[in-house]
């Protein structure tokens, strides 16, 4: 088994080293190998916007840098972690040029055999809002989101009683991941992702390649992108609001 740690850090401080406290909790307990991924020194340009990756597809992307190369290690490795600090209440340029230019994912999610986990730091606020955004991509991109460890590092420094909470904390995510990446399951949708399905369902005809996606895969006729078992409250809550939304829109074409 091996995991990918996307270090959304230009530095390689306080969010690295709880990166290597979960490497280190997991290898005691079993061999799994971790690759580091440091944005800051990867070699990806801004994203232009043009929208030819989602519209045309990602190999139609202008831009010919790094980008791939780290897609694809998300695709070899049997889980991903998502590290960034709270910069400004939110996460790094760096790792939200990561996502831009990988946005295509929220289209047509292919990570639904893979485990995610989020890692944020901060010296003192935004970290529910930083983490929240990072949960949100690793769901919309198709993996198994298992947690997240969100650290307010000057706290961690100084209370003792916090780091015995944290380093709790890290043993329970490292027992999750390993399972996690053992059992190898498809993520059972939660409203956020039957929502964010019922838009994409809607918005697919109109797209291109997006069109095509969906109709390879047969999913118009699907309650979901993999066919796994949704919960029926779930399935209620997402439905409510995907309807709220079309008669909003609505409205606008009267």
Known sequence: MNVLV????????????????????????????F??????????????????????GEEHCPIKDDLQSIIEKMH???ATIFSSPVYAHHITAIM??????????????SFFDKTALVVTTTAGSGLEDTSEYLKRTARGYGFNFIGSLDVMMVIHERSQKYRHQISKKIDDLSKKLLQAMKDNKSPVPSVYNLILFGIMKHIAPYIE??????????????????????????????????????????????
């Open 6 to 33: 996307i270090i959304g850090s230009p530095r390689k401080k306080n969010t690295l080293s709880m990166c290597r406290l979960i490497e280190e909790k997991v290898n005691a307990a079993e061999t799994v190998k």
């Open 35 to 56: 690759e580091y991924v440091f944005l800051g020194e990867m070699n990806l340009e801004l994203c232009r916007g043009c929208m030819l990756c989602i519209s045309k």
């Open 76 to 78: 070899k490795a049997d």
């Open 96 to 109: 939200k040029n990561l996502i831009d230019r990988s946005c295509y994912h929220f289209h047509r999610p």
């Open 209 to 254: 390649r997006d069109n095509t996606y969906w109709q390879e895969n047969e999913l118009f006729d699907k309650d979901y992108y993999v066919d796994v078992p949704i919960p029926f409250i779930n399935k209620l809550i997402a439905n409510l609001v995907l309807k709220r939304i079309k008669r909003k829109q609505a409205k606008y074409f009267k």
